[in-house]
């Protein structure tokens, strides 16, 4: 029998920490939220626990996931990215990255922020949300738009109902969980 993540993580050096400050916990910064989408989707293929281990080198690269300073790459940052050994080499998830960044710049011309923008977009089902970011972003598929919303507390399934961070969680009312959050004015 497989163990759940809430079973698996506790005590482990990379998993712990992420599952019991991170994994499911809202997240509204939107340097935060661009950085999960970026680790999301350099996940794809590969292990958690990589990307885990990478983080670090991942906001160094990425100018600590602010997406003005992503957004203003040229070909020069481009070529650093691509032969940075700390993070994951992939063209298609490099330049996805760039991209992106350009987006979220535009959804916060529009929306104020990239988690106004998500907030505006709740609730939904996962189909709809797959179709909204493959609309929005690149390199964005189902298991990436799954992972990224329950890892930012706008899905459900990060935490088992019996695992203590689900209460702490749950104490935090996220959108998830259909409680109305207090939103900033802006």
Not at 17 to 41: K, N, V
Not at 72 to 91: E, F, K
Not at 144 to 153: D, H, N, T
Request: net charge positive; glycine share 8%.
């Amino acid at each position: 029998m497989a163990q759940t993540y809430c079973e698996a993580a506790p005590g482990h050096p990379w998993h712990g920490p992420y599952h019991d400050r991170e994994y499911g916990f809202p997240l509204t910064d939107d340097a935060a939220l661009f950085g999960r989408l970026i680790l999301e989707i350099n996940q794809a293929g590969l292990s958690w626990l990589t990307i885990l281990k990478k983080r670090e080198a991942f906001g160094r690269a990425y100018g600590g996931f602010v997406p003005q300073v992503v957004a203003a790459y040229g070909a020069s940052d481009r070529a650093r990215l691509l032969a940075d050994a700390g993070i994951i080499r992939n063209r298609l998830k490099v330049d996805a990255a760039i991209e992106n960044a350009r987006r979220v710049i535009l959804l916060q011309q529009e929306y104020g922020s990239f988690a106004q923008w998500i907030a505006a977009h709740h609730p939904r089902p996962l189909e709809e949300w797959v179709r909204l970011f493959k609309q929005t972003f690149r390199f964005t598929g189902g298991q990436i738009v799954a992972e990224f919303l329950m890892s930012i507390g706008y899905l459900p399934g990060a935490h088992t109902p019996s695992c203590p961070v689900y209460r702490r969680i749950a104490k935090l009312r996220p959108p998830w969980m259909g409680v109305p959050r207090a939103r900033s004015k802006k």
